[in-house]
């Protein structure tokens, strides 16, 4: 698998398109998996030049818009990054979306994961990436992807400056909103996933009395504020958004450990909490609270434990909560560094601060059913 990342300061989307465009069209890529700023989302230019740069119209282009960006060089605020991926005809690379999600989203996730296998055939793919808008259930999606067996499914949520404002996905030349998409990897690849998120949990468990969509109303006999502020004795305030989350407890599989980031400002009433994704009425969970060196020492053993198991990665991809990035600010750049510490400074890497991660978690027998998460480091090592 032959890999190369670049990414571009330039305001201009058309000029930032060329500038990536160029640096990819080395390896002549069979595709590129984009991640770009909201200010780039205004218009099809992205895009189109990277299509002029790299002339091949039979090139597939998947992405969206985040909370700044991941490249090789490091992580910003602003700008655009790229992967481009050429696996010389042994992959076979195939990309489909639906628009809706906002309205329906297990409806139009449950369609495109049909359409996107039936495209496929016989043979299912090895992997899927899933990228979605923000506004949206996510728990719905949830419910969908993890009923794909023996499929693993990687992606997240669109974001943009943290504003919570507006989003969109890049489907080969077009800019999409209200919309989800697929791309599909089907034949020779070797792949690694790896979910980060060692988050302290604080105080008791508690049950999900009162729930609906993405907003809870009532744990343990009390309203879903005064249940956070018992359990880590204080309120919870618009600066701790997407840093203190509730971690839903499964009796059955206590090794499945799922995340949900608590949103202040989409809380429904006074004491109820607004969620990136919901849970279900009847569910246990129990706060947790990041602590930012637990975050960044766990990056370094996701690695180190990569490259010590003898895993040769061609390049990466990284789903990261923008709750991660706010805590860490400017050392939210270690999520990269880990990786170039062990796989060289030229390492290949793009991704992107999202509002909601997907991926699957190691067990014994390979990986989990497919989950969806929040405050989560999700890495994709994309093997030789």
């Given at each position: 698998?032959?890999?190369?990342?670049?990414?571009?300061?330039?305001?201009?989307?058309?000029?930032?398109?060329?500038e990536?465009?160029?640096?990819?069209?080395?390896?002549?890529?069979?595709?590129?998996?984009?991640f770009?700023?909201i200010h780039?989302?205004?218009?099809?230019?992205?895009?189109?030049?990277?299509?002029?740069?790299?002339?091949?119209?039979?090139?597939i282009?998947?992405?969206?818009?985040?909370?700044?960006?991941?490249?090789?060089?490091?992580?910003?605020?602003?700008?655009?990054?790229a992967?481009?991926?050429?696996?010389?005809?042994?992959?076979?690379?195939?990309?489909?979306?639906?628009?809706?999600?906002?309205?329906?989203?297990a409806?139009?996730?449950?369609?495109?994961?049909?359409?996107?296998?039936?495209?496929?055939?016989?043979t299912p793919?090895e992997?899927?990436?899933?990228?979605?808008?923000f506004?949206?259930?996510?728990?719905q999606?949830?419910?969908?992807?993890?009923?794909?067996?023996?499929?693993?499914?990687v992606?997240?949520?669109?974001a943009?400056?943290?504003?919570?404002?507006?989003?969109?996905?890049?489907?080969n030349?077009?800019?999409?909103r209200?919309?989800?998409?697929?791309l599909?990897?089907?034949?020779?690849?070797?792949?690694?996933?790896?979910i980060?998120?060692?988050?302290?949990?604080?105080?008791?468990?508690?049950?999900?009395?009162a729930?609906?969509?993405?907003?809870i109303?009532?744990?343990?006999g009390?309203?879903?504020?005064?249940?956070i502020?018992?359990?880590?004795?204080?309120?919870?305030?618009?600066?701790?958004?997407?840093?203190?989350s509730?971690t839903i407890?499964?009796?059955?599989?206590p090794?499945?450990?799922r995340?949900?980031?608590?949103?202040?400002?989409f809380?429904?009433?006074?004491?109820?909490?607004?969620?990136?994704?919901?849970?279900?009425?009847?569910?246990?969970?129990q706060?947790?609270?990041a602590?930012?060196?637990?975050?960044?020492?766990?990056?370094?053993?996701?690695?180190?434990?990569?490259?010590?198991?003898?895993?040769?990665?061609?390049?990466?991809?990284?789903?990261?909560?923008?709750?991660?990035?706010?805590l860490?600010?400017?050392?939210?750049?270690?999520?990269?560094?880990?990786l170039?510490?062990?796989?060289g400074?030229?390492?290949?890497i793009?991704?992107?601060?999202?509002?909601?991660?997907?991926?699957?978690?190691k067990n014994?027998?390979?990986y989990?059913r497919n989950?969806?998460?929040?405050m989560?480091?999700v890495?994709?090592l994309?093997g030789?």
């Amino acid at each position: 698998m032959k890999a190369i990342s670049a990414s571009s300061h330039a305001a201009d989307a058309y000029r930032a398109g060329l500038e990536i465009g160029k640096v990819l069209a080395a390896i002549n890529p069979e595709v590129v998996i984009l991640f770009a700023t909201i200010h780039y989302a205004e218009s099809n230019e992205l895009t189109e030049a990277i299509y002029d740069a790299i002339d091949n119209e039979n090139l597939i282009l998947i992405g969206n818009t985040g909370d700044g960006y991941y490249e090789t060089h490091g992580a910003s605020d602003h700008g655009v990054a790229a992967v481009g991926l050429n696996s010389e005809g042994a992959v076979t690379w195939s990309v489909n979306y639906e628009e809706g999600i906002r309205e329906a989203p297990a409806q139009v996730t449950e369609r495109l994961l049909n359409r996107t296998l039936k495209t496929l055939g016989t043979t299912p793919p090895e992997l899927l990436l899933l990228l979605s808008d923000f506004k949206t259930d996510a728990s719905q999606i949830e419910k969908i992807v993890e009923s794909i067996e023996g499929i693993p499914i990687v992606g997240g949520l669109a974001a943009d400056d943290n504003l919570m404002a507006d989003c969109a996905l890049f489907v080969n030349k077009q800019c999409l909103r209200n919309a989800a998409a697929t791309l599909a990897i089907q034949g020779e690849i070797n792949f690694n996933i790896s979910i980060g998120n060692n988050l302290t949990p604080v105080g008791k468990q508690g049950r999900i009395d009162a729930a609906e969509g993405a907003s809870i109303f009532e744990i343990a006999g009390c309203s879903a504020m005064d249940f956070i502020e018992q359990e880590t004795g204080k309120p919870v305030l618009q600066s701790d958004r997407g840093l203190t989350s509730l971690t839903i407890i499964d009796p059955d599989q206590p090794f499945i450990k799922r995340l949900r980031s608590i949103v202040p400002d989409f809380s429904t009433t006074e004491r109820s909490l607004g969620l990136y994704g919901g849970i279900e009425q009847g569910k246990s969970v129990q706060v947790c609270v990041a602590q930012p060196q637990e975050l960044i020492a766990e990056v370094y053993q996701i690695a180190k434990r990569h490259k010590e198991h003898g895993f040769e990665p061609s390049a990466a991809i990284i789903i990261s909560c923008a709750g991660r990035k706010s805590l860490l600010g400017e050392d939210v750049n270690h999520e990269i560094k880990a990786l170039s510490e062990q796989f060289g400074i030229t390492f290949p890497i793009v991704g992107f601060p999202s509002f909601g991660e997907i991926g699957p978690l190691k067990n014994a027998e390979g990986y989990t059913r497919n989950l969806f998460h929040n405050m989560t480091y999700v890495l994709l090592l994309l093997g030789k």
